[in-house]
């Protein structure tokens, strides 16, 4: 099979890498602005569409936009197309499968969450045989080794994030990762696949950049560790999600995912609780995902259709969660204890909604953690 990439930094060369050590592909053209990078490389996209021995394109520019007009033009050029840029598919996926299905070509994005960990396939396969109850993990890196270097360091939060800038886990601006914005997308997709249905981003997202050394000090005297936690279930047609700081016991198994590694927990009812773990993001992981999208739909492989037909609606009174809210001033309100340490306040709530929490917290800069269940 011929194929185009479109992009050559970390993850477009990591494909190339890793393509050129298969018999059964071939790169023909890499989409690059800088021509000196390899002799494949061309400036042109339309010099890649009219190609027609190019079969498939794999989109690694990233961000919406061209990313969006890139897909889509493969698309109904009626070329499959791969990709890992979960921000683009998480907006457009319902137009990427409907365009695809129309053109009778293949769109895949195993890479968009989780890097190399093969955990949108194994959704996949848990739904040919039962519904799933719930999902949550540790789907950021940069968060997870963020929070890691705090607690086993004892470091500051921003100490701990120009460690991770430094070490190239988190970019210049690292927003998408702290803010949140990166998990919600991987929530929106996991979801699509685990439920049939393509959500918006209308769920509780809170940045994890309020944890302080205070913060974590003080969850480690109570056997407690923090985790940036995306998760979601459904009950009829009615869905909860969140992307929030979450307390684990000290011996769990996501109180135990260190540097930027990633987990990711899938719960139904015949197979229990599968945790799928390994490298969230990186060159040759996020490589190694594409090129099995690439084998799978050469071989046609397809471990369960993807419909995102069914309609859901976001409710936050669907289920009651206990909460620990952090602040420098004691807050009114029915809590189920609340302990001083230095200048924090830490309010544990008795179990409650996400609309309880919110009107609690009124977009206030409190720390907001949920107690995990897990």
Known sequence: MKIAILGFGTVGSGVYEIAKTLKNIEVKKVLEKDLSKINIATDSYDEIINDKEIELIVECVGGLHPAYEFIMKAIQNKKSVVSANKAV???????????????????????????GIPCLASIQKIRRVENIYKFYGIFNGTSNFILDNMYRLENEFFTSLKTAQKLGYAEADPSADIDGYDVTNKVIISFALAYDGF????????????????DILYFKKQSF??????????????????VMLNLFPINALEANVLSNYNIVTVQSHTMGEAKFYGQGAGKLPTANAIIQDILDIQAKISFNPISIEKKYTYSSN?????????????????FERIDRDGNNFYHYTKEITQADLLKLVEEKDYLVVKLSEY
Do not use: Q, W
């Open 89 to 115: 598919i998480a907006k457009y996926l319902d137009e990427f499968l409907k365009t695809s299905k129309e053109n009778n070509v293949e769109f895949r994005f195993e890479a968009s969450v989780g890097g």
């Open 199 to 214: 959500i918006k981003n209308e769920f509780p997202c809170f940045t994890m950049k309020n944890i302080t050394k205070e």
């Open 225 to 242: 560790v923090a985790k940036y936690i995306g998760e979601a279930t459904t009950k009829g047609n009615e869905y909860e999600a969140s």
């Open 318 to 334: 669907l289920f009651k969660h206990k909460y620990v809210i952090r602040s420098n001033e004691e807050l009114k309100g029915n």
